[in-house]
């Protein structure tokens, strides 16, 4: 069993940035390949960044590349998300995901654990 626990959403402004965490325990965390996703009411969750075991592979969603990037430290059963030039429309709240193997993943039923969340809010 792995548990996860997102941090650092919070309320920004339009160009802000913020960075997420998700803390990992339970699993050796390098056999985990990791995203994030976002999910806004009334809409299916949504992929957002993914990273493989070793970090040495990632991928993006197109709404997201340039402006976020996920990394992670196995040291630190850590990964993380920096999102900066926010805008109104990434506003949701945003989830960590692990799957048990290290490969990157871009759909949800990939995935074997999940966070409870963490809010971000991006005014205009």
């Known amino acids: 069993q792995v548990q996860l626990v997102e941090s650092g959403g919070g309320l920004v402004q339009a160009g802000g940035s913020l960075r997420l965490s998700c803390a990992a325990s339970?699993?050796?965390?390098?056999?985990?390949?990791m995203g994030w996703f976002r999910q806004a009411p009334g809409k299916e969750r949504e992929f957002v960044a993914t990273?493989?075991?070793?970090?040495?592979?990632?991928y993006y969603s197109d709404s997201v590349k340039g402006r976020f990037t996920i990394s992670r430290d196995n040291a630190k059963n850590t990964v993380y998300l920096q999102m900066n030039s926010l805008k109104p429309e990434d506003t949701s709240p945003y989830y960590c995901?692990?799957?048990?193997?290290?490969?990157?993943?871009?759909?949800?039923?990939?995935?074997?654990?999940w966070g409870q969340g963490t809010q971000v809010t991006v005014s205009s």
């Open positions: 990273i493989s075991g070793s970090g040495v592979y990632s």
């Open positions: 339970g699993r050796t965390f390098s056999s985990l390949g």
């Open positions: 995901a692990a799957g048990r193997n290290g490969f990157t993943r871009r759909t949800p039923n990939e995935y074997d654990y």
